[in-house]
C-alpha cells in the first residue's frame, strides 16, 4: 500500500502543501468536466471563454504561491503519492476493469 510522506521545514509548509496538492488535484477533474461540457455542446462560446479564464487564474495563483513557498517540488511529491493512493484503492476495490477506466480519464 502506498503511504504519504508530508514533509515541509514545519507544520505550515506541510499543510500548503497539502492544500495545494488538493487544489491541483481539483483543478484537473474541473478541466476534465469543461472538456466533458465542451464536447457536448452544453456550454456558449462566452461560458467557455470566460470558464477558460477562471481556470487559468487559479493555476497562475497556486503556481505562484507554490513558489513563494518554495514547495513546488514537495506539491509534486505529494500529487504523485495521492494519485498512487487512489489508484491502490481503486485496484483493490474494483479491480483491473475499474482501474483502466479511472486512469484513462486523468
Known amino acids: 500500500m502506498t503511504t504519504i510522506d508530508v514533509d ?37 462560446d462566452e461560458e467557455i471563454e470566460r470558464l477558460g479564464t477562471q481556470l487559468a487564474s487559479i493555476e497562475a495563483e497556486v503556481e505562484q504561491m507554490k513558489e513563494e513557498r518554495g514547495i513546488e517540488d514537495e506539491v509534486s511529491r505529494l500529487r504523485e503519492d495521492l494519485d498512487r493512493l487512489v489508484d491502490d484503492t481503486v485496484r483493490s476495490a474494483g479491480g483491473e476493469a475499474v482501474f483502466e477506466e479511472v486512469t484513462r480519464t486523468r
Do not use: F, N, P
Open 8 to 44: 515541509g521545514d514545519d507544520a505550515a509548509d506541510g499543510l500548503m502543501t497539502l492544500v495545494l496538492a488538493v487544489v491541483d488535484i481539483l483543478v484537473d477533474a474541473l478541466e476534465r468536466e469543461a472538456l466533458r461540457r465542451m464536447e457536448s455542446d452544453r456550454l456558449t
